[in-house]
């Protein structure tokens, strides 16, 4: 009995120092798959089971559909064993070998460092639940359905090195860039890309469309970008999505504070605002004016006079649609709920695209359990569906009242309802989908070409 005792204590010696240092891996594991927000593409909205996947990506080229990444061996990722895990994260090729589409980030992923990975796969493989259920599967139309095309475009654009310490900064600085460029991959979005859907390095963080939104220019310039915000501001719209005076957080980024940011600790929060005030000024010369810093005009003479068809009279449909929260002058709620629309960087922005957004599809944001609500007027409102010469007369009469004066059509409203301007790439699909192969014949042939005439010098 008394050696039973003994040894049961002896095990207990050896193997719990190892389980609690295996539960803090899987720890560090849960807030790195938090900082990389793999939630945000891999849960389906609205209650889905956490990682199982069909969420539906909305890419030029067509739906992407995210995978189901519970550790489910029939339809999951249960099968990985970590150097698999590590090579789909980093080099975007899943298990079975085929290529993955990079609207996985992947690119951002590869400066992941091995610890990382290791908690990650930790965290994936023994805290998250298997879901046996498949799915939906990707059919993008030729030829982007040739996903070996992906090997050819990875030569050209995925730069493959680790994160690296930049020894002219400090440890706060460099936590915030490894957070900005490898987990939260802030580039995704903010960096505009070139024809082939590669982010442009040159102009990193200047701004990009994003679908139907617009991902702001968040360099340190003062008038294009965020040179006129305050670190404090900075670091108040990461954590919760809004600052009155400045700015608040739909669309993706939206969802990037609900699943990721709000839930960062306030080191890496003030982390990431040290790098990001670091971004070279990217100056966008259209831009005369910081998007928050429209104070508001009079009201415009049709205001006044009224319009001869209320349908589609901007004054009118103002104040029976939007005035009951933000005010008949824009001045927002006093308790800050609903945000004031003077000083308001949605409205004020050059290019209207997010205000446009923001009335088709409302804002949805979800911060220490408060849930902030802007219903949408697109087909399946509750409040009212408006079309998009209702939407141009309306935000046309916000623009001028409130933003930079200026007035919209419904041409615009009908770009951003059906998901932005198609890509160059896309372009060229309808113009012959053969001419898209053909150049990545040709990018295969000049890789080739780079690949032999480098070997050639080594030998
Ligand atoms: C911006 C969206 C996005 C984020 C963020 C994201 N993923 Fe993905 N991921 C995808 C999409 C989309 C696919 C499927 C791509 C395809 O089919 O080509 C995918 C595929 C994968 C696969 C391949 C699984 C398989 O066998 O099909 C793995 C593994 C994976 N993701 C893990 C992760 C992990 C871990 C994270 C967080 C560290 C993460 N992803 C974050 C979009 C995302
Ligand atoms: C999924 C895409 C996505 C990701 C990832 C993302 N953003 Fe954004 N971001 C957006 C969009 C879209 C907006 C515009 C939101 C709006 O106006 O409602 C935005 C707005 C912002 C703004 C407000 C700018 C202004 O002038 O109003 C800041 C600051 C910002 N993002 C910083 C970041 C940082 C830092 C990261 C990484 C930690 C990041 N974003 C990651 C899409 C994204
Ligand atoms: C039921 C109340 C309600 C109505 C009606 C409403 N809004 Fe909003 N609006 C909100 C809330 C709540 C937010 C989000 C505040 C936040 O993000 O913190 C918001 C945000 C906005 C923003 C900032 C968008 C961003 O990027 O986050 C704009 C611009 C806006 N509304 C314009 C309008 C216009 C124009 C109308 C009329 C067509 C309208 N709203 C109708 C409640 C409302």
């Known amino acids: 009995m008394k ?3 003994l040894l049961g204590w002896l095990m207990l010696a050896l193997v719990a120092p190892h389980a609690s240092s295996a539960d803090a891996v899987a720890e560090r594991g849960r ?12 849960t389906q909205p609205g209650g889905g089971e956490a990682y199982a996947g069909n969420y539906a990506i909305e890419s030029p080229l067509g739906t992407i559909w995210s995978s189901n990444i519970t550790p489910s061996k029939n339809y999951g990722i249960g099968n990985y064993d970590e150097r698999e895990f590590a090579r789909a994260l980093r080099e975007g090729v899943r298990k079975d070998g085929a290529h993955l589409y990079p609207a996985m980030p992947y690119t951002s992923y590869a400066k992941l460092s091995d610890e990382d990975i290791h908690a990650l796969y930790v965290y994936f493989m023994t805290e998250v639940t298997p879901v046996d259920r498949a799915s939906t599967e990707t059919h993008l139309p030729f030829p982007f359905n040739l996903r070996f095309s992906m090997a050819a475009w990875n030569v050209l654009f995925l730069d493959g090195k680790r994160f690296s310490a930049n020894a002219s900064h400090d440890e706060a600085w460099n936590r915030g860039a490894y957070l900005a460029e490898a987990l939260e991959h802030c580039s995704a979005c903010h960096t505009p890309r070139g024809w082939l859907m590669q982010e442009l390095s040159r102009q990193a963080y200047a701004g990009a469309p994003l679908g139907s939104w617009y991902a702001p220019n968040i ?9 006129g915000w305050s670190d ?9 999505g809004r600052v009155p005076g400045k700015a608040q957080a739909a669309g993706g980024m939206a969802e990037a504070i609900t699943h990721s940011l709000s839930q960062l600790s306030d080191a890496d929060i003030a982390a990431l605002v040290r790098y990001v005030r670091s971004i070279p000024p990217i100056k966008d010369a259209t831009v005369q004016r910081p998007a928050f810093a429209w104070p508001g005009s009079p009201m415009p003479e049709s205001a006044i006079r009224g319009t001869a068809n209320e349908a589609v009279s901007g004054p009118s449909l103002y104040s029976g649609l939007c005035a009951s929260c933000h005010g008949a002058r824009g001045e927002g709620s006093r308790d800050g709920y609903y945000p004031s ?9 050059s290019r209207p695209d997010n205000l446009v957004a923001v009335v088709l599809f409302g804002v949805d944001r979800t911060v220490a359990g408060k849930h902030v609500l802007m219903p949408h007027f697109a087909e399946g ?6 079309d998009d010469a209702q939407v141009a007369a309306v935000l ?4 001028q009242t409130f933003g930079p004066g200026d007035s919209m059509n419904a041409g615009d409203v009908a770009r951003i309802r059906q998901g932005g301007s198609p890509p160059v790439l896309l372009g060229l699909v309808r113009y012959g989908a053969l001419v898209v192969l053909g150049i990545f014949v040709l990018l295969f042939g000049w890789w080739f070409g780079c690949r032999r ?3 050639g010098a080594r030998v």
């Open 3 to 5: 050696r039973a005792c």
């Open 31 to 42: 807030y790195l798959a938090t900082a990389a927000d793999c939630a945000a593409c891999h």
């Open 219 to 227: 360099t340190s310039d003062p008038v294009s970008g965020l040179g």
């Open 232 to 240: 404090a501001e900075l670091g108040q719209y990461l954590k919760t």
């Open 341 to 349: 629309l003077t000083h308001n960087s949605t409205v004020g922005a």
């Open 381 to 386: 409102s509750y409040v009212q569906t408006l």
């Open 396 to 399: 046309s009469y916000v623009r």
């Open 453 to 455: 005439r480098k070997l």
